[in-house]
């Protein structure tokens, strides 16, 4: 084990899961374009809005008629206007097994106060039993990738090509970096401070044509926010998802959300981000591997996150420790990382599991990782030292 400090250092350092790393080579340059001072609703500020909806759909590849809308308050907002707006004409399913799918059974058990509610759950580490989840009759509301536990699902095979209800999915760790199975999909929604680096606030709600439907053929019994209201006499806001935003955008966000996606188009797309985002993870799996101290908290690898990559210690020394003690242990590896300027923001959430969480998405580089994973080691040494020391 690593007592003394590695030479390499990652080039880039900052492995936060949201907002995440900037885009290689990125710069304050790549704004210059930004229409400062200019109306969001002149033809050049819904001309960049445009944009932004339009290069969505070719990267992530979402398809014809799908609408593409650009909403408040980041992935956050764009889940609520979903659960608000369409939630309440069939029963309903919860998929949760990490602490942001767990808040949206909180939303739609305890504030819509739904009753015709099944909640599907896992600890963290593992995925739920799909196959008890009703995707033939009921809506369902789950998270693609589970951002504070690493564990996503493998695909769409769970769910009903001939549903009646309506699929929602928080996807906002996932797009760019997983291959979203849009036939199988209602309702995305993600941000732009996640896979491609954005800057945060803004949100992204993504409509099949089910969905669409749903939002002209029912009324919800409680009063909507002016920031959820999709439709208008019966009819949907077309201009939401052409460009007429809700509420006022920042065009220096924007500007730099098209910024991402034009070098998401010169890295090869879709194809290219998902490649990118495997390779970082590949480096921790071969680093976890050749180390028993340390390995991933999705218990099985075809879950395991590409993105969001969460670690946890079994070192005997520190599993033996009491739960606040572990937490005090991961936060004391994660100060040494950040002191030594080598990984910022690597801690565990909040309501996981004591451990890391390294983000592995597609505009983190390959090389970063690997320069990073050896003062990992180094730091776990030191923190074990100060264990045996106080023993």
Same mark, same amino acid.
């Given at each position: 084990?690593?007592?003394?400090?590695?030479?390499?250092? &990652? %080039?880039? @350092?900052?492995?936060?899961?949201?907002?995440?790393?900037?885009?290689?080579?990125?710069?304050?340059?790549?704004?210059?374009?930004? =229409?400062?001072? %200019?109306?969001?609703?002149?033809?050049?500020?819904?001309?960049?809005?445009?944009?932004?909806?339009?290069?969505?759909?070719?990267?992530?590849? $979402?398809?014809?008629?799908?609408?593409?809308?650009?909403?408040?308050?980041?992935?956050?907002?764009?889940?609520?206007?979903?659960?608000?707006?369409?939630?309440?004409?069939?029963?309903?399913?919860?998929? /949760?097994?990490?602490?942001?799918?767990?808040?949206? $059974?909180?939303?739609?058990?305890?504030?819509?106060?739904?009753?015709?509610?099944?909640?599907?759950?896992?600890?963290?580490?593992?995925?739920?039993?799909?196959?008890?989840?009703?995707?033939?009759?009921?809506?369902?509301?789950?998270?693609?990738?589970?951002?504070?536990?690493?564990?996503?699902? &493998?695909?769409?095979?769970?769910?009903?090509?001939?549903?009646?209800?309506?699929?929602? +999915?928080?996807?906002?760790?996932?797009?760019?970096?997983?291959?979203?199975?849009?036939?199988?999909?209602?309702?995305?929604?993600?941000?732009?401070?996640?896979?491609?680096?954005?800057?945060?606030?803004?949100?992204?709600? *993504?409509?099949?044509?089910? !969905?669409?439907?749903?939002?002209?053929?029912?009324? =919800?019994?409680? =009063?909507?926010?002016?920031?959820?209201?999709?439709?208008?006499?019966?009819?949907?806001?077309?201009?939401?998802?052409?460009?007429?935003? *809700?509420?006022?955008?920042?065009?220096?966000? #924007?500007?730099?959300?098209?910024? !991402?996606?034009?070098?998401?188009?010169?890295?090869?797309?879709?194809?290219?981000?998902?490649?990118?985002?495997?390779?970082?993870?590949?480096?921790?799996?071969?680093?976890?591997?050749? @180390?028993?101290? *340390?390995?991933?908290? /999705?218990?099985? =690898?075809?879950?395991?996150?590409?993105?969001?990559?969460?670690?946890?210690?079994?070192?005997?020394? $520190?599993?033996?420790?009491?739960?606040?003690?572990? /937490?005090?242990?991961?936060?004391?590896?994660?100060?040494?990382?950040?002191?030594?300027? #080598?990984?910022?923001?690597?801690?565990?959430?909040?309501?996981?599991?004591?451990?890391?969480?390294?983000? +592995?998405?597609?505009?983190?580089?390959?090389?970063?990782?690997?320069?990073?994973?050896?003062?990992?080691?180094?730091?776990?040494?030191?923190?074990?030292?100060?264990?045996?020391?106080? /023993?």
């Amino acid at each position: 084990m690593a007592t003394t400090a590695p030479n390499a250092r &990652p %080039r880039v @350092n900052t492995f936060s899961s949201g907002p995440c790393a900037k885009r290689p080579g990125w710069s304050l340059k790549a704004l210059a374009d930004a =229409p400062l001072g %200019r109306s969001h609703r002149a033809k050049i500020g819904k001309a960049k809005l445009k944009l932004a909806i339009d290069l969505t759909r070719e990267v992530l590849q $979402v398809p014809a008629g799908y609408r593409i809308g650009i909403v408040p308050a980041s992935d956050t907002g764009a889940v609520e206007m979903a659960l608000w707006s369409m939630l309440g004409a069939r029963g309903v399913d919860m998929v /949760a097994w990490e602490s942001f799918g767990e808040g949206w $059974v909180t939303d739609v058990v305890k504030q819509l106060k739904l009753t015709d509610v099944r909640t599907i759950t896992a600890p963290y580490g593992e995925l739920p039993n799909l196959k008890k989840v009703d995707t033939k009759t009921r809506d369902v509301v789950f998270t693609w990738n589970g951002t504070t536990s690493g564990v996503r699902v &493998p695909n769409g095979d769970w769910i009903a090509d001939d549903r009646e209800g309506l699929t929602i +999915c928080d996807a906002t760790s996932a797009a760019f970096a997983q291959r979203l199975e849009w036939n199988k999909l209602d309702v995305v929604t993600f941000s732009w401070q996640k896979v491609l680096g954005g800057e945060a606030a803004h949100g992204m709600l *993504i409509l099949s044509p089910r !969905a669409v439907e749903r939002l002209e053929t029912y009324k =919800p019994a409680w =009063p909507l926010p002016k920031i959820f209201r999709m439709t208008k006499g019966g009819k949907l806001i077309e201009g939401i998802f052409e460009g007429e935003t *809700i509420n006022t955008p920042s065009m220096l966000c #924007v500007e730099d959300y098209v910024d !991402a996606l034009k070098w998401a188009q010169k890295v090869g797309g879709l194809d290219g981000l998902v490649k990118r985002a495997d390779a970082n993870t590949r480096v921790i799996a071969k680093f976890v591997k050749e @180390n028993d101290w *340390i390995d991933f908290l /999705a218990v099985k =690898p075809k879950t395991r996150s590409n993105t969001s990559v969460c670690l946890k210690f079994t070192d005997p020394a $520190v599993t033996a420790l009491s739960a606040d003690a572990q /937490a005090a242990f991961a936060k004391g590896v994660v100060a040494t990382l950040e002191k030594e300027g #080598v990984g910022l923001d690597l801690g565990h959430y909040r309501d996981a599991p004591p451990g890391l969480r390294i983000w +592995c998405g597609a505009t983190v580089q390959a090389r970063d990782v690997k320069a990073l994973m050896p003062w990992v080691a180094y730091a776990f040494a030191a923190e074990k030292a100060k264990l045996k020391k106080a /023993a």
